[in-house]
């Protein structure tokens, strides 16, 4: 038997055999792991059905300000082409908008479309031009094994300026302003650092890898966690706003307490 399979293997047509069958295997593993046709199909019309849907929805309720298609309006909204569907699901998820009046800055409030609205909003604006996808769930959701004082460092870094050193938010120019971090959820902080909404400036993979948003991710989380260490937390201001709310309130007590003596003495 091993001298039928050596001579045969010297055959000149044994390599030509060999690559077929090799090729023919392939081909029944691609065949067998490939997605189908139809499931091809069946994603692409959904795909279609679901940036209709955000048409309509837009054409209703956003185009008054961004345009029939988009482009935004001089002085009154910005163009959404090329925004992405993250920017979307961030400022329509948390009530961002639709904004009911012009203000400085829109302001969280219960969101006015549901999930499958947001989704299909967020569909039709990214196909008006690419932009940053809302993220996966390991992506924002995998920060367990992130490096703690890594988040901390970045953090402070890019954040505490406007955020506080803590997350407690802050008051910027021309009625702007930071919100507070606690309590928001993973997903809009990632889309936050990705999409730059209000005055918040953009922070692409770039500038911070998906890591790094991971670790920043696990510090605003930690915050949230952490009890205030005795007393009154007023928000976790610092030391300065700390001790002007000691001196007011200290000498306030202490110039009652002057008054109250000078009238008993009399």
Request: with cysteine; proline share 6%; hydrophobic share 45%.
């Amino acid at each position: 038997m091993m001298n039928f399979l050596a001579v045969r293997r010297r055959h000149p047509l044994a390599g030509f055999l060999v690559l077929a069958l090799t090729l023919v295997v392939l081909g029944l593993a691609y065949a067998s792991l490939a997605p189908s046709d139809d499931a091809t199909a069946a994603t692409s019309t959904d795909q279609s059905t679901a940036v209709e849907e955000g048409r309509e929805l837009f054409l209703v309720g956003c185009a008054s300000c961004h345009g029939l298609n988009g482009q935004g309006t001089d002085g009154v909204a910005p163009t959404l082409v090329g925004v992405g569907a993250a920017a979307v699901d961030f400022q329509v998820s948390t009530g961002r908008m639709p904004l009911a009046y012009q203000q400085a800055q829109a302001q969280r409030k219960p969101r006015f479309y549901d999930v499958e609205q947001t989704a299909a909003l967020a569909a039709y604006v990214a196909s008006l031009g690419p932009g940053p996808a809302i993220p996966a769930e390991e992506d924002y959701l995998g920060y367990s094994e992130a490096d703690l004082l890594r988040g901390n460092k970045l953090f402070q870094a890019n954040c505490a300026s406007c955020h506080n050193f803590a997350g407690s938010g802050g008051g910027l120019t021309d009625g702007k302003f930071a919100p507070p971090l606690a309590g928001v959820d993973e997903q809009i902080i990632w889309e936050a650092m990705i999409t730059g909404p209000q005055s918040m400036p953009v922070f692409g993979d770039g500038s911070l890898p998906p890591e790094d948003k991971q670790a920043i991710i696990k510090f605003i989380k930690t915050l949230e966690e952490t009890p205030n260490a005795g007393g009154a937390g007023i928000g976790r201001l610092g030391p300065v706003t700390e001790g002007l709310y000691g001196w007011i309130l200290g000498m306030g007590a202490l110039l009652a307490a002057a008054v109250w003596i000078g009238v008993k003495a009399r």
